[in-house]
């Protein structure tokens, strides 16, 4: 009995061993085909891939008005991306923020911390069709620039939800000129996750909440002067229009652009006008306009200095609940930087910054017991998009 046992034993422990011997010699580690060269038999490989970790961070120090409020190290910025082809037809993009909320958004069932997470298809080579999370089709150029390159953003860019789940296609007209047409969740979550006070009353969820984009993209004079042009409209309870453009001059050292955003929401989804009385509450039939500026100037190889400037106004352009129609507030920001480049043509830099933003409340705000006091601050940080792949 205890041969038989013994026999047994052997031959349970040898019977693996030898599928796993078999195993091992037709799957050699290194050597399996990928997903794509199994769906193709082997003829199509990747043919690119990329990957870099972004940081940005700076020590500061904040006034309010002429008062010394403190100061902070602060990680601004820290993202991890992934991008690359799998063949010429055929790209994806992934980037992952971890700056942002992480817990899943009811609708989209993302965190907001994933920024892009797309594939995009060339049906043609002049159209091509980009699905799922992705940017908003808005104009502008500090909207579109990769956000590590922004110090500081107008309060409108900075209030944006631009990163949305849909489907967008591309038609390249020319070298020179792009139509986009794109079709996205108008939000991330449902309303109680965006408006904290709750919708107004006489008000209900869009059953259809999606923003339409129309964007048109075009260059000029071998590419110095560059246009990003858009008209978007959403469901959100209420219609909200926005129309964004972006004009640009990229010549040499220097690098100057001029951005008009302006939005008219059903419902105040930027929130300012909404945070502004003693007790917040969300309002109706508001409008921002924001006008930026800014002019970058290398004058060095390793010195690159900037001055940037922003005009944004908020109004209530219909009565409803407590907000009456009118101007509510205007604000103001400037932003000076002088940026050293340590290694030569790398990502890498080192910034001074200064940052003031002043606020003018008007009569309607005032009333409502808004307060919002200017601030100042000093920033000395660093930018590094290193590449990891």
């Not at 038989?4 to 034993?9: A, S, V």
């Not at 860019?157 to 020319?174: D, F, M, R």
């Not at 008219?264 to 306009?289: F, K, M, W």
């Not at 017991?369 to 792949?389: C, E, K, M, N, Q």
Request: aromatic content about 14%.
């Amino acid at each position: 009995m205890k041969t038989h046992l013994y026999l047994l034993t052997i031959l349970f422990i040898s019977v693996p061993s030898v599928f796993a011997q078999k195993i091992e010699k037709e799957t050699v580690p290194g050597q399996e085909p990928t997903l794509v060269e199994r769906l193709t038999g082997g003829k199509k490989v990747i043919e690119s891939a990329e990957m870099n970790f972004q940081l940005f961070t700076s020590a500061n120090a904040n006034f309010i008005g002429s008062d010394f409020d403190g100061m902070n190290f602060k990680l601004n910025r820290v993202r991890l991306e992934i991008k690359g082809n799998v063949w010429k037809n055929l790209s994806y993009h992934y980037r992952q923020s971890f700056n942002k909320y992480s817990d899943p958004y009811s609708l989209d069932n993302l965190s907001s911390s994933l920024e892009l997470a797309y594939v995009n298809l060339k049906v043609h080579d002049k159209f091509g069709f980009t699905i799922g999370k992705q940017f908003v089709n808005f104009g502008g150029y500090e909207y579109f620039v990769n956000s590590i390159k922004v110090r500081e953003f107008s309060e409108f860019n900075n209030l944006l939800t631009c990163y949305q789940a849909g489907i967008s296609g591309n038609w390249q007209i020319n070298p020179d000129h792009e139509l986009c047409f794109q079709i996205v969740n108008n939000r991330s979550g449902q309303d109680n996750e965006i408006y904290p006070t709750g919708l107004p009353d006489n008000t209900r969820e869009a059953k259809v909440p999606f923003m339409y984009t129309v964007n048109w993209n075009s260059y000029y004079f071998d590419r110095i002067l560059q246009l990003r042009y858009a008209a978007s409209v959403g469901q959100q309870t209420q219609k909200r229009y926005y129309f964004t453009c972006g004009n640009t001059i990229e010549k040499g050292p220097l690098l100057t652009y001029l951005d008009i955003m302006y939005t008219r929401q059903g419902l105040d989804q930027h929130g300012v006008i909404s945070r502004l009385p003693e007790t917040a509450q969300t309002a109706c039939n508001t409008e921002y306009l924001s006008v930026i500026a800014d002019v970058d100037y290398r004058i060095h190889p390793r010195w690159n200095l900037y001055v940037k400037g922003a005009y944004e106004t908020g109004k209530v352009y219909k009565a409803n609940g407590p907000f009456a129609k009118g101007m509510y507030r205007r604000s103001w920001n400037a932003q000076s930087s002088l940026e050293f480049f340590p290694i030569k043509n790398s990502d890498l830099f080192i910034f001074l910054l200064y940052t003031y933003r002043g606020v003018k409340l008007e009569k309607a705000a005032l009333d409502m017991g808004a307060v919002d006091p200017d601030t100042h601050r000093i920033s000395l940080g660093l930018v590094y998009s290193i590449p990891v792949f």
